[in-house]
């Protein structure tokens, strides 16, 4: 199957900082992007829809001034969590998909502590 | 966003058993149906798909039954083993959101040995 990597997998940082993931598909282009969040023992949460070249599409009640999502080229799309503070900790996921098919392929996640 | 109700939350199986994972959805516009397993500390992988049009879909000890008229399809994990152990989502989409996912709660398998 297609592989989507994702980077870092894990990240540690004082609150105020912020921090950059990275979602790349290794041997596909992905027309489309998804951010997700997941809480302990709880489902995914789609944080926002990027496709390339264009603005990110946000959900509802996700801060789009608080996580930055860039979409530059088919193959990488990164989340900045800006400002970060402890409420932010939370494993962040992406999924890519080419848009022609159903198949949506999944990053490993990062998990984001802030202290 | 249109709901997806999975259940149950949790399952203990014993090794060699049958773990049986339960959806249930709203919209009849969906148009895919797929099951992600997934690892503590790692992102969903796809396990196996269904399309409407098919009542079962059979991929190794993996089965998905799917029941159109009651807007209903599960998972059925056959001789359950250790290493099936995992948190399961079900999934559905429809055509018009692309490749946008909506999510069940997820069921955590425990297969005891």
């Known amino acids: 199957g297609a592989v989507v990597s994702q980077h870092p997998s894990r990240v540690i940082c004082k609150s105020g900082t912020s921090v950059k993931i990275e979602c790349r598909s290794l041997?596909?282009?992905?027309?489309?992007m998804f951010w997700y969040r997941q809480f302990p023992k709880q489902s995914l949460m789609l944080m926002a829809t990027?496709?390339?070249?264009?603005?990110?599409?946000?959900e509802q009640g996700v801060e789009k001034d608080k996580f930055l999502i860039n979409h530059a080229s088919l193959t990488l799309s990164t989340l900045t969590v800006t400002s970060a503070h402890p409420e932010d900790s939370s494993f962040y996921i992406c999924?890519?998909?080419?848009?022609?098919?159903?198949?949506?392929?999944f990053g490993s996640g990062t998990q984001l502590s802030v202290l | 966003q249109q709901q997806v109700k999975q259940s149950p939350q949790s399952l203990i199986v014993q090794k060699g058993g049958i773990s049986i994972i339960n959806c249930a959805y709203e919209?009849?516009?969906?148009?895919?149906f797929p099951w992600y397993q997934q690892f503590p500390g790692k992102g969903p992988a796809l396990l196996i798909a269904?399309?409407?049009?098919?009542s079962e879909k059979k991929e190794g000890r993996f089965t998905i039954s799917f029941n159109k008229s009651a807007k209903q399809f599960s998972l059925h994990i056959m001789d359950s083993q250790p290493g099936d152990s995992a948190t399961y989502f079900c999934?559905?989409?429809?055509?018009?959101?692309?490749?946008?996912?909506?999510f069940g709660e997820g069921t955590q398998l425990t297969v005891n040995p």
């Open positions: 990027s496709n390339e070249g264009s603005k990110a599409t946000y």
């Open positions: 999924s890519a998909g080419t848009g022609r098919g159903e198949k949506l392929f």
């Open positions: 919209n009849t516009a969906f148009d895919y």
């Open positions: 999934a559905a989409k429809y055509e018009t959101s692309g490749s946008r996912l909506t």
């Open positions: 269904i399309r409407p049009d098919v």
């Open positions: 041997d596909f282009q992905a027309t489309t």
